[in-house]
């Protein structure tokens, strides 16, 4: 009996494995990697969604339609969170996303093709949304298109997940051949080679020792003369589980640095996670608010407009959670030096602003005082 019909024999009648067993065993492993990927795309999006998209008018601020259309309600289909959680995926993931207004909304395409040209606009073509292709065609000026990086960072954490996914699919095979149970059984007696003979053993173990070893609950084996089983002991040191969630961790390391993302915050560490936060804020989330931000200008404003600081402005303050109790002192000093106003301090620790003129001016305390009459009092003295 060879060694396929043995296993055949172990594990079933067929001797065929299907097409969706095999494509599951293959892939079960890059769950890991897309967990990982997709851990880093909501963590960025979920960042992005409490950002403030702040709109100005010659230096002063309004809420209007841009602000209602940024903050609330980007097209009639989707709310600004679900907006933006579907552009980051698309902008992360494919490394350029393209944004179009029809009729005052605004839709993330799912599909575009573009021809680029050096002296005139872009023309973008071929566009879908929700599945549903648009015959209009658009110059670069009719669309918001944003582009992460000079390459597609996902084409790189493709190219090492496929050498390294092997690398994990032996160690989580090694683990499982290391710590299974197997036994080894001796027959005192000669055994006919006859395939009907050898079916007949192939069927008693099938029906016995199979299921014997795999059954959960209680079970029983029946002894026979001449039948002696028993446990191949393995070698105790064999691979634990530890050295295939080594693995994995070192996956999430590379994809985390890939997206930029620390890895402490990914996997929810809670050490040092201000620190953390910062290290984010600053080289993952700012840069994508600082491309939407430039891209929105350049569009939505003529370039007269923004020099009369008529512009748009994606506020990354407000990612972090604010405690106004442990601002106190530094809401203080800046009121008390006219670098802010009431109103501005409240709209730091997220209060509405008072709807008085006071509370709109800068005050400066006493003991501040003007260079020039600093020096005038040192003359007299």
Not at 153 to 159: C, Q
Not at 179 to 208: C, G, H, P, T
Request: proline content about 2%; overall charge negative.
């Amino acid at each position: 009996m060879g060694l396929k019909e043995l296993f055949s024999g172990l594990f079933g009648k067929s001797n065929s494995a299907t097409l969706k067993e095999l494509c599951f065993d293959l892939g079960v492993e890059y769950y890991y990697k897309n967990l990982a990927i997709e851990s880093c795309v909501n963590l960025i999006a979920n960042t992005l969604v409490r950002s403030q998209f702040r709109t100005f008018e010659k230096g002063k601020e309004v809420k209007r339609n841009n602000y209602y259309l940024f903050n609330v309600q980007p097209n009639q289909n989707q709310n600004s969170s679900e907006f933006f959680h579907e552009f980051v995926s698309k902008l992360v993931l494919d490394n350029e996303c393209l944004v179009i207004m029809q009729d005052q909304q605004l839709y993330v395409a799912d599909e575009f093709t573009v021809e680029n040209f050096a002296f005139k606009e872009n023309i973008y073509k071929d566009i879908v949304v929700n599945d549903f292709q648009l015959n209009k065609t658009f110059i670069e000026s009719d669309v918001f298109y944003f582009k992460l990086n000079n390459k597609k960072i996902k084409n790189a954490v493709d190219s090492l997940y496929a050498s390294y996914g092997k690398l994990l699919t032996a160690s989580m095979n090694y683990y499982k051949r290391s710590n299974a149970l197997r036994v080894k059984y001796q027959i005192d007696a000669l055994v006919s080679q006859s395939d009907e003979e050898q079916q007949a053993l192939e069927d008693m173990f099938n029906a016995q020792l199979a299921r014997f070893l795999k059954a959960e609950d209680a079970a029983a084996l029946p002894e026979q003369d001449g039948l002696n089983i028993g446990e191949m002991f393995q070698n105790s040191k064999g691979s634990t589980s530890r050295d295939t969630r080594a693995i994995v961790d070192d996956i999430f390391d590379f994809i985390s640095m890939a997206f930029h993302v620390p890895k402490g915050l990914l996997k929810g560490d809670l050490a040092d996670v201000e620190g953390q936060t910062d290290n984010f804020i600053m080289f993952c989330v700012a840069p994508i608010a600082e491309l939407i931000e430039d891209e929105i200008n350049r569009k939505f404003y003529t370039k007269q407009e923004f020099l009369d600081r008529t512009y748009f402005k994606v506020d990354t303050s407000f990612i972090k959670y604010v405690d106004p109790i442990k601002l106190a002192t530094a809401l203080d000093k800046m009121l008390s030096s006219g670098t802010h106003s009431v109103n501005e301090n409240r709209n730091m620790i997220g209060k509405e602003p008072l709807d008085e003129e006071w509370a709109d001016e800068h005050y400066v305390t006493k003991n501040y005082e003007g260079i020039k009459e600093y020096l005038k009092g040192g003359e007299g003295e």
